[in-house]
């Protein structure tokens, strides 16, 4: 544990720090399965890496201290801690999901967690209302993200939460755009947080992990069991990997989403762009509301290029930025969520929840912004159909 208050140093000395025995400022990486044992029922407190592994352990003690939960866990991917996190549940229960949640996390439900029974149900968790009302006895949690892909859509996190408290069901939700250098949903009454590492946890798109926090002794017991028994945790080097990404979160996140701000007001103004998602614009859905319970409006946008503009010479235009899948990494990526996240949705359903052909999704770099954006303009120019 840090004696700061503030999460800036948390980064860096959050959880356990460096190593007692030879005063390296890193944790090592504990490259080892097993651990001898000096008599029967005399360990050292580790007996076989996919219980505990000592890496591990000071990654999810830091994470626990950055979310301000209970206990932290780490996972071989955000899938591997989203499934872990949703086999806490069993055979009967439903899980109220929002429409927008992580392509894989619907997946996971639909095609894995629904043929063993645990069934989901989709609804829109802005509107808190009429989640309220979709409740019936068989809903035992809610499962959120916010802002939520691909249209940065902002939900009410502890609008949610004391809906959820007051019919005795659990918050989820995954932080993986904010991080909890931006928002931390167990303090808004959440009470598991999931994490897809891969993305600015990470930072370096060079290791794909996944991180859950709990707010209660209760459901950190069952998580750890749960862990132990299916066994998808991370390796040492991974968590290694993980922690040193962690330390440069702060100043990371501080020019991600410094250069996504110039960037989202840039868009606004161009005459290409029919609109701008991004939770830090004023004019943006949810704004105040992400204003309240996020520090700013992160470092994801998307924007939608008008008809007369070709989708495909804009990708192919650029030279800076990278069309990929991903984000959260030091360098700036897009994607066409049409034909690459989301395709698998029906063109109509898409179009008519606003993910239309000419919508891109912008994850923001730390390069300098003046090259990001003369980048971005250079492939409209060319987009332009004469
Ligand atoms: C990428 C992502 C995931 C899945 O994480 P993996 O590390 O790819 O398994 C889950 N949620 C969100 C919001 C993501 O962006």
Sequence with gaps: MSNSNYIETKLIHGGIDGDKVTGAVNVPIYQTSTYKQNGLGENTGWEYSR???PTRAALESLIAE???GVAGFAFASGMAATSTVL????????????????GGTFRVLDKVFKNLGITYSIEDTTDLKTLESKITPDVKAFFVESPANPLLTVTDLAGVASVAKKHNILTIVDNTFMTPYLQRPLE???????????????GHSDLVAGLAVVNSKELAERLAFTQNATGAV????????????????????????????????????????KHVYYPGLPTAQGYEINK???????????????????????????????????????????CHPATMTHASIPKDIREKVGITDGLIRLSVGIEKVEDIISDLNAAIDVAKEA
């Design 51 to 53: 219980t505990g592994n």
């Design 66 to 68: 950055l979310e301000g």
């Design 87 to 102: 086999s806490l549940f069993k055979q009967g229960d439903r899980i109220i999901i929002s429409s927008n949640v992580y």
């Design 188 to 202: 808004l009454g959440a009470d598991i947080v999931v994490h897809s590492a891969t993305k600015y946890l990470g």
């Design 234 to 273: 991370l390796g040492p080097f991974d968590s290694f990997l993980l922690i040193r990404g962690i330390k440069t979160l702060g100043v990371r996140l501080d020019r991600h989403t410094e250069n996504a701000e110039n960037i989202a007001r840039y868009l606004e103004k161009h005459e290409a762009v």
């Design 292 to 334: 309240k319970q996020a520090k700013n409006g992160g470092a994801m946008i998307s924007f939608e290029l008008r008809e007369n503009y070709d989708i495909k010479k804009f990708f192919k235009a650029l030279t800076l930025v990278s069309l990929a899948e991903s984000l959260g990494g030091v360098e700036s990526l897009v």
